[in-house]
């Protein structure tokens, strides 16, 4: 398997400009994570999904983020307007339910100017 | 929510040395405790877990041990080699993920 893979490595984006994030999680992981990483606020949880079912949204920072999962194989993280606040790494991560370890992908570097 | 506090927030020993990260968790519920190694470039990688119904498990040169009681749990690396140099992140698992503030780790050869 080659693993959480996330589309695109980097990103640089001006300021209110819609930006997309992509993920394709591990064949037969029924959960998926939305991770984002500052130095100043560490790794974040976003939002998670079981079986392609959005269940905890409360990290989603604002209603500028929204996230799907359409099919057990890809979801997006979609941030519109993006601000330069919003500039950090973004992880993917999947798991099986009853391994509890979860596989993360390489990351998203996001830069908005 | 849970609240993970993970320490010391950097740590610098010399090659063949030992290095000790702890964490604590507010959670009682959390029953699964992973550490991840994070190097530069790339995204968190598991390296141990534990779950809450053991109170220690080693792997090589890396060992965890969990404290449900006192709720903390640590990471102990023997015999540190540079290439341990990384970011270390505990975290605990009710139904999602909480992670520790990291560790970053420097071994000097």
């Known amino acids: 398997d080659a693993g959480v893979i996330q589309s695109p490595r980097h990103e640089v984006t001006e300021m209110g400009q819609e930006v997309t994030l992509r993920c394709k999680p591990i064949?037969?992981?029924?959960?998926l994570f939305w991770y984002r990483q500052t130095m100043m606020r560490g790794l974040e949880l976003l939002i998670y999904?079981?079986?392609?079912?959005?269940?905890?949204d409360s990290g989603m920072p604002e209603d500028r983020f929204s996230a799907k999962m359409p099919n057990a194989s890809f979801s997006t993280l979609k941030i519109q307007p993006s601000e330069p606040r919003d500039s950090a790494v973004y992880f993917c991560?999947?798991?099986?339910?009853?391994?509890?370890?979860?596989?993360f992908g390489s990351g998203t570097r996001l830069t908005v100017v | 929510g849970e609240n993970v506090e993970q320490h010391p927030s950097t740590l610098s020993v010399q090659e063949g040395d030992s290095a000790v990260i702890k964490c604590t968790y507010s959670?009682?519920?959390?029953?699964?405790f992973p550490w991840y190694k994070q190097e530069l470039g790339k995204g968190p990688q598991l390296i141990i877990d534990?779950?809450?119904?053991?109170g220690e498990k080693k792997d090589q040169r890396i060992a965890v041990t969990l404290n449900k009681t006192a709720k903390h749990f640590s990471l102990h690396i023997t015999e540190t080699q540079p290439e341990d140099s990384a970011v270390y992140f505990c975290a605990a698992v009710n139904n999602d993920m909480r992670f520790g503030a990291g560790t970053r780790l420097t071994v000097k050869p």
């Open positions: 991560a999947s798991s099986f339910p009853d391994l509890p370890g979860y596989t």
């Open positions: 064949s037969g992981h029924d959960y």
């Open positions: 959670d009682s519920a959390s029953n699964y």
């Open positions: 999904f079981n079986n392609n079912v959005p269940i905890d």
């Open positions: 534990i779950r809450s119904n053991v």
